[in-house]
């Protein structure tokens, strides 16, 4: 739907309809920014700067643990900082969207009320990644992490619990050889998003 039809269909139902609609991710997302159908193990959504990729990240995270699809979920930044800011405490971060949740720095996780916990990680270190298990994983700007293939290979090693593990991976594209080998995967979906699809989001400055 367009933002337009959105607007025209909050305006016929009650009012508590209409603020559940409005604070839903899902609702709002462009196409480009919901999980992709079929049977795919990771979906690798590419964009421009402000793209709007952090936001589909942390709407995909958050709309999982809220509805009980997703319990134990990975968060990995190039840094613990980067995770933080942008992943957790960033404007279109997981604390942006998330309903019903609690953010806890000292032990580097965010919590729901139903039970569903985000560990965050770094992939600055892979084998710090060891030994943790999951059944999802968000790893965001993939192509700055400092072994991506490296951080990559441990995380998939910790999605063996539920019934269908799934990662996410969200990046501004580089021409590096982990970006490649891993869109050559047959289990790997792909949408694209650009910073001129976001424009709506976005400072006139900037654009």
């Given at each position: 739907?367009?933002?337009?039809?959105?607007?025209?269909?909050?305006?016929?139902?009650?009012?508590?309809?209409?603020?559940?609609?409005?604070?839903?991710?899902?609702?709002?997302?462009?196409?480009?920014?919901?999980?992709?159908?079929?049977?795919?193990?990771?979906?690798?959504?590419?964009?421009?700067?402000?793209?709007?990729?952090?936001?589909?990240?942390?709407?995909?995270?958050?709309?999982?643990?809220?509805?009980?699809?997703?319990?134990?979920?990975?968060?990995?930044?190039?840094?613990?900082?980067?995770?933080?800011?942008?992943?957790?405490?960033?404007?279109?971060?997981?604390?942006?969207?998330?309903?019903?949740?609690?953010?806890?720095?000292?032990?580097?996780?965010?919590?729901?009320?139903?039970?569903?916990?985000?560990?965050?990680?770094?992939?600055?270190?892979?084998?710090?990644?060891?030994?943790?298990?999951?059944?999802?994983?968000?790893?965001?700007?993939?192509?700055?992490w400092r072994d991506p293939q490296?951080?990559?290979?441990?995380?998939?090693?910790?999605?063996?619990?539920?019934?269908?593990?799934?990662?996410?991976?969200?990046?501004?594209?580089?021409?590096?050889?982990?970006?490649?080998?891993?869109?050559?995967?047959?289990?790997?979906?792909?949408?694209?998003?650009?910073?001129?699809?976001?424009?709506?989001?976005?400072?006139?400055?900037?654009?």
């Amino acid at each position: 739907l367009s933002p337009q039809a959105r607007e025209r269909l909050t305006e016929q139902m009650n009012d508590d309809i209409a603020e559940d609609f409005l604070q839903s991710w899902y609702f709002w997302a462009r196409d480009e920014q919901r999980p992709p159908a079929g049977d795919w193990d990771t979906w690798l959504y590419l964009g421009g700067r402000g793209a709007g990729k952090t936001c589909a990240g942390a709407g995909w995270v958050a709309d999982g643990a809220e509805n009980r699809k997703l319990r134990r979920i990975a968060l990995v930044g190039a840094t613990f900082n980067d995770a933080r800011a942008v992943m957790v405490e960033g404007e279109s971060g997981l604390m942006a969207v998330a309903k019903g949740a609690t953010y806890e720095p000292s032990n580097h996780r965010v919590r729901w009320s139903n039970g569903a916990v985000a560990t965050i990680l770094s992939a600055e270190e892979p084998d710090s990644i060891r030994g943790h298990q999951f059944d999802a994983a968000w790893g965001d700007e993939f192509c700055k992490w400092r072994d991506p293939q490296g951080a990559l290979e441990m995380l998939r090693m910790t999605l063996r619990i539920g019934k269908k593990p799934q990662l996410m991976l969200t990046t501004t594209p580089r021409n590096i050889p982990a970006l490649k080998a891993l869109m050559a995967e047959k289990s790997v979906a792909r949408t694209h998003g650009t910073t001129r699809s976001n424009l709506g989001n976005l400072a006139p400055g900037f654009v």
